[in-house]
DNA sequence: ACAGGATCCTGGGGGC
DNA sequence: TGCCCCCAGGATCCTG
């Protein structure tokens, strides 16, 4: 579930409620998550402080006074929220960090596809994101690498913005909607874009997830931030998830089909499907939206 | 090597 | 109301 923004959201959100605090105590469940909690992790992190958290492409570090890191991902439905410790405990809870003074680091995840490992020390986290072959985050990417990337491909572009190893943090919603600020049909295959289209396809990756953080992410059914507090962003999207619906620009329903396996949306007018637009005219500038017409 | 599909889970929503 | 089927924001493994 959670994407880039999302996981941005919970990592700034946390950040002032976690650090400088003191893990008391770990509890945790009986279920086993994706990539099992081992028992034995919890003594070590006992007494140790928060002493940083970053985001890396949808993993979470954070960062204890010991040296030692906790990666956290969130999957589909993950959660991660620091809550007072009376507040009850909601279903699929599966780890508890019970924090100096009051208040609990919580780990939920319903669908269990999500995972919490305890690393030794910084290393043995960065080896672990070069073992998956993390790619750069989609900020700032290099033009050059980007365009590599995309046009020596013969994947659909929907597969190659899901691909974590090409870029890290992109997921289905905003695959969906970088493909549509750009005016890029979302089974083009990568190694029919011009210089120019990836570059747009590039620009509009960063721009639509910078709004989205600006948003605290989309809450489409259970993401919640770091504080539990909901996003905004799914209130903005141009083609995710609206199906008939007209597109904000050209009016035309938007359409639905099956991309690598991940229900892909986009408008048939605005996203070309060759190099030239349907419409025969300019595709819409990435940065710019259409005043929705009433 | 590459691309695409199946799979791990649970809960919610729509259709009947 | 209840049941069944389908769907879901992700990563990984298997197959052709």
């Given at each position: ?10 990592v700034r959100?946390?950040l002032?409620l ?6 008391r105590?770990?509890?945790?469940g ?15 992190l006992?007494g140790?402080?928060?002493?940083g958290?970053?985001?890396r ?19 589909m ?5 620091a809550?007072?410790?009376?507040e009850?405990?909601?279903d699929?809870?599966?780890?508890v960090?019970?924090?100096?003074g009051d208040g ?5 995840d ?18 672990f ?5 993390l790619g ?9 690498y ?15 913005l899901?691909?974590?190893?090409v ?9 969906d909607?970088?493909c ?10 990568g190694?029919?874009?011009?210089d ?19 948003r ?18 799914q209130?903005e ?13 050209c009016?035309a ?15 048939p ?16 500038a990435?940065?710019t939206?259409?005043?929705?017409v009433?």
């Open positions: 579930m959670p994407e880039l923004p999302e996981v941005e959201t919970v959100d946390l002032p976690i650090v400088g605090r003191t893990i105590k770990v509890r945790h009986k279920k086993r998550l994706r990539k099992p909690w081992q028992p034995r992790w919890s003594r070590p006992t140790a402080t928060v002493t958290m970053r985001r492409g949808k993993w979470i570090v954070m960062e204890l006074s010991t040296a030692s890191r906790l990666v956290v991902h969130l999957g439905t993950g959660q991660f929220t809550i007072p410790a009376a009850p405990l909601s699929h809870t599966h780890i960090f019970e924090l100096d609990e680091l919580r780990f939920r319903p669908r269990r596809f999500g995972s919490i490992v305890l690393y030794p020390d910084e290393s043995a986290v960065e080896e994101f070069e073992g998956i072959s750069p985050e989609p900020f700032d990417l290099d033009a050059a980007f365009r590599e990337e995309v046009q020596r491909s013969n994947r659909t572009l929907k597969a190659i899901l691909d974590q190893r870029v890290a943090g992109v997921g289905n919603i905003y695959a909607e970088s549509g600020r750009s005016g890029l049909h979302p089974s083009r295959r190694c029919t874009l011009t120019i289209e990836a570059d747009r396809l590039r620009e509009a990756i960063a721009a639509v997830l910078t709004a989205a953080i600006v605290r992410g989309s809450t489409i059914r259970d993401y919640v931030g770091g504080s539990g507090l909901r996003g905004g962003f209130n999207f141009r083609v995710y998830g609206r199906t008939g619906e007209p597109c904000d620009v009016r329903p938007i359409e639905c089909i099956r991309l690598s396996g991940r229900a892909s949306h986009f408008c007018d605005c996203q070309t499907i060759g190099s030239r637009s349907r419409r025969g005219g300019k595709s819409p990435v940065s939206r259409a005043a929705p009433s």
